[in-house]
Nanobody, 120 residues
Framework: QVQLVESGGGLVQAGGSLRLSCEVS????????MGWFRQAPGKEREFVAT????????RYANSVKGRFTVSRDNAKNTSYLQMNSLKPEDTAVYYC?????????????WGQGTQVTVSS
């Protein structure tokens, strides 16, 4: 059974930092692309960042580029999203996802989400 469990969310003031973790079990983590998404109240889910399993290539949404960093530790089956210089508009539920493809259209597996709230 595949499980993705996010942690690290919380309440932070604008300008602060948080690091989200996504621990994965039930699949060969090193062979899966990891994606991070978020959904704010009343809005559609949007892409945040991805780290491809081949070469650990990363890609970011323009809204977070230069502030967020996605990484992975294959020995710990965990992906991380380091979020710096947080803004109130970053407030959302953050989800991690996994897919075998190097360029997923739809990710196969999803976590349950973790709330990030940035106060002004």
């Amino acid at each position: 059974q595949v499980q993705l469990v996010e942690s690290g969310g919380g309440l932070v003031q604008a300008g602060g930092s948080l690091r989200l973790s996504c621990e994965v079990s039930g699949l060969t983590f090193s062979r899966y692309t990891m994606g991070w998404f978020r959904q704010a109240p009343g809005k559609e889910r949007e892409f945040v960042a991805t780290i491809i399993w081949v070469g650990s290539i990363t890609r970011y949404a323009n809204s977070v580029k230069g502030r967020f960093t996605v990484s992975r530790d294959n020995a710990k089956n965990t992906s991380y999203l380091q979020m710096n210089s947080l803004k109130p508009e970053d407030t959302a539920v953050y989800y991690c996802a996994a897919d075998r493809s190097a360029s997923p259209g739809e990710y196969a597996y999803w976590g349950q989400g973790t709330q990030v709230t940035v106060s002004s």
